[in-house]
């Protein structure tokens, strides 16, 4: 095994014409938290689905754990996912069940573990996020920031390799912002997992990421270190970082010129 | 029409797992069997009760009021059964299953489930297709015996119509090959007419309110109309082996 949890050479990817990644490179070192930044709609999202496989690179190659994913079947796909953990933009708790029954989910699916077992794995998995007491709650009876923790300890509940984060600040108050951060950050060194975190939240996840990839139109603008980044110069980089609203990232989407829109000057 | 076909055979495909974890499956019949259970028996009961009082008056007119027994029983066992048990399955069990899949979908469920290595297909849907076929033809089966209990109430009970012929003439002419054993098709064919569209329809729907909303509608509409489409060619085939 290579020390790279994930590596990904020339990836190039397009919905039908329309490229949303372009020739991307990038390498998760295993044991990292990993942030991929940019704003709304540059293809995060999408990069996740490749990584694991529900879309397929249009060039390029996608190692994860050691396979190339994009050459994988069905049945492929679903034995490296028995190795990933994702955690979804809004949690996607199964709400016709119990926190409880929600963590035990994967077990009971992949496992033949006796139910007692099960019990304490679970309870183990609800500790680490902090949420033992809410295990007979249903996710409606949670809040925002609860869900995506059970989401994350069952995400965890068969001790994955790597765990995908998919927006997981967003929609959140700064506290549970800031335990969802810590909780990644944790999980990731205690049970030595890497951890890919796509955000576009710079401030929270520069205190808890080892590298950052920055994505600007589906190319990577920069990269480096938090401290690199927080140093960088770049103005696209500058502007993200210090939350500017207009730079190389305009305000304004493109327009005629605001006088002829509003016909004060006659064209 | 051809993606729903598609959708049929994938489902059956996948019907592997829940056969071997029947408690799916028997958790499904719950959901969509026992919950319509009250209102097949109560619709059950007031169809049969008004079959009795048609029923009498027309025989009457020809002086055989004792086949009252029969009327009902045929009726209902043959056509108001499988049909209107059919109807109000697709108004409740199958717009909730339309919705249920329809709100899994669009809060991501389903994507977390197949993230999970758990295929939705195997895992969600084909439990409730099972669920559902099997749920029909019992539902059928009781609306037709509580109809012919409302039939009774009526006939014998309140109008006065002979106790002894009401039941023998109709235990005589109800036949278990040709009306009981084809009430029991119709009532699976509608089954899985009714379930196949309604979870096709979930499954397929964008994954908004607004696009859930309408494919419950769709669920409903669509399996109504093709519950008395079917009942039309499976009525011509049946009198035809007749
Ligand atoms: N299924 C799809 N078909 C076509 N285009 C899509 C699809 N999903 C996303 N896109 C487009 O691809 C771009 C990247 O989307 P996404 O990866 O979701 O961005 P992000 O997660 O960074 O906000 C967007 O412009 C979006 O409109
Ligand atoms: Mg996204």
Redesign the pocket.
């Known amino acids: 095994m290579n020390d790279y949890s994930v590596n990904i050479e020339s990836l190039s990817f397009a919905?039908?014409k329309?490229a949303?990644l372009k020739n991307i490179h990038l390498k998760a070192r295993r044991g990292q938290v990993i942030a991929i930044m940019?704003s709304?709609?540059?293809?995060?999202?999408?990069?996740l689905k490749i990584i694991s496989g529900a879309l397929r690179p249009t060039e390029g190659a996608v190692h994860v754990e050691g396979v190339d994913v994009g050459r994988l079947d069905q049945a492929g796909i679903y034995a490296l996912r028995r190795r990933l953990g994702m955690l979804f933009q809004f949690g996607a708790l199964f709400t016709d069940m119990t926190v409880y029954d929600n963590v035990a989910f994967p077990m009971r699916e992949h496992t033949d573990l006796p139910e007692d077992m099960i019990r304490d794995l679970v309870l183990l998995k609800l500790q680490a996020v902090g949420l033992r007491g809410a295990q007979h709650l249903t996710p409606a009876e949670l809040s925002g920031g609860m869900a995506r923790r059970v989401a994350l300890a069952r995400s965890i509940a068969l001790d994955p390799k790597l765990m995908l984060y998919?927006e997981p600040f967003a929609g959140l108050d700064p506290i549970a912002l800031g335990v969802i951060g810590d909780l990644i950050r944790r999980l990731t060194d205690t049970l030595g997992l890497t951890s890919l975190v796509?955000t576009h939240d710079v401030q929270e996840s520069l205190k808890i990421v080892d590298y950052v990839y920055f994505i600007s139109e589906g190319v990577i603008v920069a990269q480096g270190t938090p401290d690199e980044i927080r140093a960088s110069t770049l103005p696209y980089v500058h502007q993200f970082v210090h939350g500017e609203a207009d730079g190389p990232m305009a305000f304004h989407y493109p327009a005629p010129a605001y006088d002829l829109d509003l016909g004060v000057q006659h064209a | 029409m051809g993606v729903s076909t598609r959708f049929f055979f994938l489902l059956l495909l996948h019907s592997g797992t829940c056969f071997r974890r029947p408690q799916l499956i028997l958790r499904e019949i719950f959901s969509s069997g026992v919950l319509s259970l009250i209102i097949i028996l109560v619709s059950g009961l007031f169809v049969g009760m008004v079959l009795g009082m048609q029923g009498y008056e027309t025989l009457q007119t020809y002086g055989s009021e004792e086949a009252l027994g029969v009327l009902v029983s045929l009726s209902l066992v043959r056509e108001l059964g499988p049909v209107v048990a059919a109807l109000l399955f697709a108004s409740r069990a199958g717009s909730a299953i339309t919705a249920e899949i329809g709100l899994m979908k669009a809060t991501e469920q389903l994507a977390a489930m197949e993230m999970m290595a758990v295929d939705p297909l195997a895992r969600v849907v084909a439990p409730r297709f099972w669920g559902g076929v099997i749920s029909m033809p019992l539902l059928a089966a009781m609306f037709s015996a509580m109809g012919i209990f409302g039939g009774y109430l009526v006939g014998v009970v309140l109008i006065g119509v002979d106790e002894g012929s009401f039941w023998s003439q109709m235990q005589a002419a109800v036949d278990i090959r040709e009306d009981i054993l084809n009430g029991v098709i119709k009532s699976t064919v509608f089954g899985i007419a009714v379930t196949v569209i309604a979870l096709f329809e979930g499954y397929d729907a964008p994954p908004t309110a607004e696009g859930v909303s309408r494919a419950t509608t769709r669920t409903v509409v669509t399996s109504s109309l093709a519950i008395l489409m079917l009942d039309f060619v499976l009525t011509a085939f049946m009198f035809r082996g007749v």
Do not use: A, E, M, P
Not at chain 1, 40 to 47: Q, R, W, Y
């Open positions: 919905y039908d329309r949303v940019g709304s709609g540059c293809g995060k999202t999408t990069l998919d796509v």
